[in-house]
C-alpha cells in the first residue's frame, strides 16, 4: 500500500458515499379488512397492494442520510407475490434508485425466519450497503422478528427500535427504545437499524418523482436465483392447525352528546363502583 | 417425551422481572418439567422472585455494553451447544425479548412463533395460538421442526401466580466472541420516570387519539387519569406525533392493557390501538365521529366533541 492510500484511510471522514438498503414491505390496504385464503389459510394479498406506512419512515431517513453523506443511493428491497411492484413504485417516487422485487409462488407460506433469509439474499445481491433500514414490524403480520433475524443471517450489528438516528464519521448514532426509557447506542458501519413510525417525517412523492418512479430499475427474482431452499410451506417449520373465531365483543349503548352526555359517563363508573 | 425442559427469557425492568415475565415462568410450569430463566443482567437480584414463581434456575448473562438481545442469544447458543437441550423457550414481546428469540432461531435454525396468546402441548407436539386482525380470529399453529421450539407471548396471556418456590439457583453465562455483531454498544441508559400506576397495571386507565387536535389538549387527559387514580394512555398517532413519550403507547406496538374501566377519548379505533385495549372490562368512547370502530367494542360510546365533554367530565368529577 502507498503512503498515500494510508493517508487518505487513516483520515477522519467528514463526507463519504452512502448506500442504503431499505426493506419495504406491500401489503393490503389497511383501510380494508383482512382475509385469510380458505385454502391455503394465509393472509389474502391479492388486487392491488400497498406500500406499508411503517416503511414510509424507513425509506424517508435512508433518503435523508443519502444526502447528509453528499453522495450514495438508496436502493429497496422486498417480497410479494404476483410481480407486485404498486408499493415499491412510491418508494422509488419518494427518491429511491432502484429496486430488487423477489416474486415466486413458491414463497407463499414462509415463515419469518425464511423471509428473512430471502431479503438477506436480495440485499447481498444488491452488493450489500453501509446501512440497511426496515421497519420495527409489518402492518400486517406484525412478527417483529424480521429485521433482526436478517441482521443475523448477515453477520451484522443491529439497533433494533431507533428512534433517533445520525451517523457521524461513519458511525451509527441511535437513540434505542427501551422498556424502561431508552439507550444511546452507537454502532459502526455497516449495521442493520430498525425504525419506529415518526422517526422522521416521510416526504410525499412529487408529480416528478411519480414520473421518474416509472422508469426506475425493479430487478426481479425468485427464490431459486437468489439460492433460496427450501422456501414456502416446505421450508417454513410451522403448519397451521387451526382457525376459530374469537368471542366477539358486543357494542353497548351509543349516544349523541347533547351537552350533558359527561353525566352518563358519571352514572356508568358509579356503576362500577371505582368513583 | 414431551415438553420437559422449559426456558424463560425475562425481562427486567426497574430491578424486577416484568409481569408478562412472571406470566411465561407460571405458564412454563403447568408443562411439569423444570423452568430455567435467563435474564440479561444482574441475577441475584431476581432470582428470588423468578423461584417463588417456579423457576429452580436462573442463568444470567453480564452483557456489558453490548446490546442485550444479541448477547443473550449468542449465550443460548452458547449453552445448548455446551449440551443443554431445552425443549420450550418462552419470550415475552418486549424489546429485549423479540431482538433474543429473532438472533437465536437463525442461530438455531428455527422458527419462532410470535404474538402468541396461548400454548398447548400435547406428546412432543406444540401449539401456539395467535390473534390476528384485531383480534377477531385465532390462528392455532403447530410447530413441524425440531426442539426447542421458539414461542413468544403478548402481554396479559396469562395470570401471573406465584408457587412459593424458593429462590432460584443463579449461574452465569458469560458472552461469547460476537464479531461484528457485537460491535454495537450502549453509551448511555434513560430511565423515563413516570408518577401514578403503571399504564399496564392501572384499574382504569384514560387515553387520548388525534381527536383532541392539539398536544397541549393532552393536559386533560392527564387530569381526568388523575381524578380517577388511573393511568394516562395514548394512541399511536400522538405518540409518533410527539406529543407524549413512546412509554404511554396503548396498541399492538405499545402496552397491552386489562383495566377495570378504559376511557379511550378522540381515538378512532384502528386495529393497531383495539389490540392493545379490547381485553379491558369496560370500556367508554368518546369521538366526533359516529362510524368510528372504537364505538363497535364500547360499552357507552358518546357521540361528541371531546373537547366539550371532556371539561364537563373533570368539572363534574372535581364537584364530587
Same mark, same amino acid.
Given at each position: 500500500?502507498?503512503?498515500?492510500?494510508?493517508?487518505?484511510?487513516?483520515?477522519?471522514?467528514?463526507?463519504? %458515499?452512502?448506500?442504503? *438498503?431499505?426493506?419495504?414491505?406491500?401489503?393490503?390496504?389497511?383501510? /380494508?379488512?383482512?382475509?385469510?385464503?380458505?385454502?391455503? /389459510?394465509?393472509?389474502?394479498?391479492?388486487?392491488?397492494?400497498?406500500?406499508?406506512?411503517?416503511?414510509?419512515?424507513?425509506?424517508?431517513?435512508?433518503?435523508?442520510?443519502?444526502?447528509?453523506?453528499?453522495?450514495?443511493?438508496?436502493?429497496?428491497?422486498?417480497?410479494?407475490? /404476483?410481480?407486485?411492484?404498486?408499493?415499491?413504485?412510491?418508494?422509488?417516487?419518494? &427518491?429511491?434508485?432502484?429496486?430488487?422485487?423477489?416474486?415466486?409462488?413458491?414463497?407463499?407460506?414462509?415463515?419469518?425466519?425464511?423471509?428473512?433469509?430471502?431479503?438477506?439474499?436480495? *440485499?447481498?445481491?444488491?452488493?450489500?450497503?453501509?446501512?440497511?433500514?426496515?421497519?420495527?414490524?409489518?402492518?400486517?403480520?406484525?412478527?417483529?422478528?424480521?429485521?433482526?433475524?436478517?441482521?443475523?443471517?448477515?453477520?451484522?450489528?443491529?439497533?433494533? @427500535?431507533?428512534?433517533? #438516528?445520525? *451517523?457521524?464519521?461513519? #458511525?451509527?448514532?441511535?437513540?434505542?427504545?427501551?422498556?424502561?426509557?431508552?439507550?444511546? #447506542?452507537?454502532?459502526?458501519?455497516?449495521?442493520?437499524?430498525?425504525? %419506529?413510525?415518526?422517526?422522521?417525517?416521510?416526504?410525499?412523492?412529487? @408529480?416528478?418523482? *411519480?414520473?421518474?418512479?416509472?422508469?426506475?430499475?425493479?430487478?426481479?427474482? %425468485?427464490?431459486?436465483?437468489?439460492?433460496? %431452499?427450501?422456501?414456502?410451506?416446505?421450508?417454513?417449520?410451522?403448519?397451521?392447525? /387451526?382457525?376459530?373465531?374469537?368471542?366477539?365483543?358486543?357494542? &353497548?349503548?351509543?349516544?349523541?352528546?347533547?351537552?350533558?352526555? @359527561?353525566?352518563?359517563?358519571?352514572?356508568?363508573?358509579? &356503576?362500577?363502583?371505582?368513583? | 417425551?414431551?415438553?420437559?425442559?422449559?426456558?424463560?427469557?425475562?425481562?427486567?425492568?426497574?430491578?424486577?422481572?416484568t409481569s408478562g415475565?412472571l406470566e411465561l415462568?407460571?405458564k412454563?410450569?403447568?408443562?411439569?418439567?423444570?423452568?430455567?430463566?435467563?435474564?440479561?443482567?444482574?441475577?441475584?437480584?431476581?432470582?428470588?422472585?423468578? =423461584?417463588?414463581?417456579?423457576?429452580?434456575?436462573?442463568?444470567?448473562?453480564?452483557?456489558?455494553?453490548?446490546?442485550?438481545?444479541?448477547?443473550?442469544?449468542?449465550?443460548?447458543? +452458547?449453552?445448548?451447544?455446551?449440551?443443554?437441550?431445552?425443549?420450550?423457550?418462552?419470550?415475552p414481546q418486549?424489546?429485549?425479548?423479540?431482538?433474543?428469540?429473532?438472533?437465536?432461531?437463525?442461530?438455531?435454525?428455527?422458527?419462532?412463533?410470535?404474538?402468541?396468546v396461548d400454548?398447548?402441548?400435547?406428546?412432543?407436539?406444540?401449539? +401456539?395460538?395467535?390473534p390476528?386482525?384485531?383480534?377477531?380470529?385465532?390462528?392455532?399453529?403447530?410447530?413441524?421442526?425440531?426442539?426447542?421450539?421458539?414461542?413468544?407471548f403478548r402481554p396479559k396471556s396469562f395470570n401471573p401466580?406465584?408457587?412459593?418456590?424458593?429462590?432460584?439457583?443463579?449461574?452465569?453465562?458469560?458472552?461469547?466472541?460476537?464479531?461484528?455483531?457485537?460491535?454495537?454498544?450502549?453509551?448511555?441508559?434513560?430511565?423515563?420516570?413516570?408518577?401514578?400506576?403503571?399504564?399496564d397495571e392501572?384499574?382504569?386507565?384514560?387515553?387520548?387519539?388525534?381527536?383532541?387536535?392539539?398536544? +397541549?389538549?393532552?393536559?386533560?387527559?392527564?387530569?381526568?387519569?388523575?381524578?380517577?387514580?388511573?393511568?394516562?394512555?395514548?394512541?399511536?398517532?400522538?405518540?409518533?406525533?410527539?406529543?407524549?413519550?413512546?412509554?404511554?403507547?396503548?396498541?399492538?406496538?405499545?402496552k397491552v392493557v386489562k383495566p377495570?374501566?378504559?376511557?379511550?377519548?378522540?381515538?378512532?379505533?384502528?386495529?393497531?390501538?383495539?389490540v392493545g385495549m379490547k381485553g379491558s372490562?369496560?370500556?367508554?368512547?368518546?369521538?366526533?365521529?359516529?362510524?368510528?370502530?372504537?364505538? =363497535?367494542?364500547?360499552?357507552?360510546?358518546?357521540?361528541?366533541?371531546?373537547?366539550?365533554?371532556?371539561?364537563?367530565?373533570?368539572?363534574?368529577?372535581?364537584?364530587?
Amino acid at each position: 500500500m502507498s503512503d498515500g492510500l494510508c493517508e487518505t484511510a487513516h483520515k477522519p471522514q467528514e463526507w463519504r %458515499t452512502m448506500n442504503v *438498503i431499505v426493506c419495504v414491505k406491500q401489503i393490503p390496504d389497511p383501510a /380494508n379488512p383482512g382475509a385469510l385464503d380458505a385454502t391455503s /389459510n394465509t393472509l389474502k394479498r391479492e388486487g392491488k397492494l400497498i406500500l406499508d406506512e411503517s416503511d414510509s419512515y424507513g425509506v424517508e431517513m435512508a433518503l435523508q442520510l443519502v444526502d447528509a453523506a453528499g453522495s450514495g443511493e438508496v436502493s429497496l428491497v422486498s417480497m410479494a407475490p /404476483n410481480s407486485e411492484t404498486a408499493g415499491l413504485r412510491t418508494a422509488l417516487a419518494m &427518491g429511491a434508485a432502484k429496486a430488487v422485487l423477489v416474486s415466486d409462488p413458491a414463497l407463499q407460506g414462509s415463515d419469518a425466519l425464511t423471509t428473512a433469509k430471502i431479503l438477506a439474499a436480495a *440485499i447481498q445481491r444488491l452488493g450489500g450497503a453501509d446501512l440497511i433500514i426496515a421497519a420495527t414490524e409489518s402492518s400486517d403480520g406484525y412478527t417483529g422478528t424480521v429485521p433482526e433475524q436478517i441482521a443475523e443471517v448477515l453477520g451484522l450489528p443491529s439497533v433494533t @427500535f431507533a428512534k433517533k #438516528v445520525s *451517523i457521524e464519521g461513519g #458511525v451509527l448514532k441511535a437513540d434505542r427504545q427501551t422498556e424502561e426509557g431508552y439507550d444511546e #447506542v452507537t454502532c459502526p458501519l455497516p449495521a442493520l437499524i430498525s425504525v %419506529t413510525a415518526g422517526v422522521v417525517e416521510p416526504r410525499y412523492p412529487s @408529480f416528478k418523482g *411519480i414520473m421518474a418512479a416509472k422508469s426506475k430499475p425493479v430487478d426481479e427474482v %425468485t427464490a431459486a436465483d437468489l439460492g433460496v %431452499t427450501p422456501v414456502g410451506w416446505a421450508g417454513a417449520g410451522q403448519q397451521i392447525s /387451526n382457525i376459530a373465531q374469537a368471542e366477539a365483543r358486543a357494542a &353497548g349503548e351509543v349516544i349523541e352528546d347533547d351537552g350533558e352526555t @359527561f353525566g352518563k359517563i358519571v352514572t356508568f363508573l358509579e &356503576g362500577l363502583k371505582v368513583i | 417425551m414431551g415438553i420437559s425442559n422449559i426456558w424463560v427469557f425475562a425481562q427486567v425492568a426497574n430491578g424486577a422481572p416484568t409481569s408478562g415475565s412472571l406470566e411465561l415462568v407460571t405458564k412454563a410450569r403447568t408443562f411439569g418439567g423444570t423452568v430455567s430463566v435467563w435474564v440479561a443482567g444482574d441475577g441475584a437480584a431476581v432470582a428470588g422472585a423468578l =423461584g417463588e414463581y417456579g423457576a429452580s434456575k436462573v442463568f444470567a448473562v453480564d452483557y456489558g455494553q453490548n446490546l442485550a438481545g444479541v448477547s443473550v442469544a449468542s449465550a443460548m447458543k +452458547a449453552t445448548i451447544d455446551g449440551g443443554e437441550s431445552p425443549d420450550l423457550i418462552m419470550f415475552p414481546q418486549s424489546y429485549e425479548g423479540r431482538d433474543v428469540m429473532a438472533r437465536l432461531s437463525v442461530k438455531l435454525g428455527r422458527t419462532v412463533l410470535t404474538n402468541s396468546v396461548d400454548i398447548e402441548a400435547a406428546g412432543d407436539s406444540v401449539s +401456539a395460538t395467535t390473534p390476528i386482525f384485531g383480534g377477531n380470529t385465532l390462528v392455532t399453529t403447530t410447530f413441524t421442526g425440531g426442539a426447542p421450539y421458539l414461542a413468544a407471548f403478548r402481554p396479559k396471556s396469562f395470570n401471573p401466580e406465584a408457587s412459593g418456590g424458593a429462590a432460584a439457583a443463579v449461574q452465569a453465562v458469560s458472552v461469547p466472541d460476537l464479531g461484528a455483531t457485537g460491535t454495537a454498544k450502549i453509551t448511555a441508559v434513560h430511565v423515563e420516570e413516570t408518577t401514578g400506576p403503571k399504564l399496564d397495571e392501572a384499574n382504569i386507565v384514560v387515553s387520548g387519539g388525534r381527536g383532541l387536535g392539539e398536544s +397541549a389538549n393532552y393536559a386533560m387527559i392527564e387530569t381526568l387519569a388523575k381524578l380517577l387514580k388511573g393511568a394516562p394512555g395514548a394512541s399511536r398517532a400522538i405518540v409518533d406525533a410527539g406529543w407524549v413519550p413512546y412509554s404511554y403507547q396503548v396498541g399492538q406496538t405499545g402496552k397491552v392493557v386489562k383495566p377495570s374501566v378504559y376511557i379511550a377519548a378522540g381515538i378512532s379505533g384502528a386495529t393497531q390501538h383495539m389490540v392493545g385495549m379490547k381485553g379491558s372490562k369496560n370500556i367508554i368512547a368518546i369521538n366526533k365521529d359516529k362510524e368510528a370502530p372504537i364505538f =363497535g367494542i364500547a360499552d357507552l360510546g358518546i357521540v361528541g366533541d371531546v373537547h366539550k365533554v371532556l371539561p364537563k367530565l373533570i368539572e363534574a368529577l372535581q364537584a364530587r
